[in-house]
Every structure is written in structure tokens, then in C-alpha cells.
């Protein structure tokens, strides 16, 4: 069982960047399947990007190009870089992980263990 932590969420205009941070309290977490999702109002929860054990990378079509995923295993934590940020991208980010490989890297059924949460707001 890992404890996941999320941080760096915020407010910023259209345009601008953010770098949310999670960090995992456990061990093993190299052999961990880590990723974000994010939610708004009114919406159900989607998968915005994930990394593998082996640092293969998944994302959503909203985001490519926009997002960068990455981890540092050798201080539990994930990264998720986010530039040329929207209006449309406002919403509550969610770190989730597994042990192991994810079937469906951006499927909310694929997680086991989920942080609190961090805010993302983007101002036109």
C-alpha cells in the first residue's frame, strides 16, 4: 500500500504553465505504473497522461504535445509538465498508481491508489 501526495496545482492564464508534483510514500515504487487524471465539474474523471516501470508514455489526445509525463524513482515522485495551458484544461488533477504494467494506462479501473487531488485553474 502506497500514499500518494500531489502538489504544485494552482491558477494561471491561458497560455501558461504549471508543473504538478506527486510523491509516493511506500516501497518499490520503481516497479509502480504512475499517471493523472483529472476532473471537472459536471464531468467524469479522465486519464491525461501515464508512465509505465520501463518509462513508456501515454496520453490523451487533448494534451499531446501540450504535456510531459515523467518520474524520478530514485525520489518516489512523478512530474506532470504542463504548457501552452487552456481554459478547457481547468480541473481538479489526480495522481493514481499500480504495481506493474496498466492494460489501459489512462482507464481510471486500471488504479488502485489515488492522491487527495490538486487544483488547476486557467483564465482566459
Known amino acids: 500500500l502506497i500514499k500518494l501526495v500531489e502538489s504544485g496545482g494552482g491558477s494561471v492564464q491561458a497560455g501558461g504553465s504549471l508543473r504538478l508534483s506527486c510523491t509516493a510514500s511506500?516501497?518499490?515504487?520503481?516497479?509502480?505504473?504512475m499517471a493523472w487524471f483529472r476532473q471537472s465539474p459536471g464531468k467524469e474523471r479522465e486519464g491525461v497522461a501515464a508512465i509505465d516501470p520501463d518509462g513508456d508514455t501515454d496520453y490523451a489526445d487533448s494534451v499531446k504535445g501540450r504535456f510531459t509525463i515523467s518520474k524520478d524513482d530514485a525520489q518516489n515522485t512523478e512530474y506532470l509538465q504542463m504548457n501552452s495551458l487552456k481554459p478547457e484544461d481547468t480541473a481538479m488533477y489526480y495522481c493514481?498508481?499500480?504495481?506493474?504494467?496498466?492494460?489501459?494506462?489512462?482507464?481510471?479501473?486500471?488504479?488502485?491508489?489515488w492522491g487527495q487531488g490538486t487544483q488547476v485553474t486557467v483564465s482566459s
Open positions: 493514481a498508481a499500480r504495481f506493474g504494467i496498466a492494460l489501459s494506462p489512462l482507464d481510471n479501473d486500471d488504479y488502485n491508489y
Open positions: 511506500g516501497d518499490f515504487y520503481a516497479r509502480y505504473s
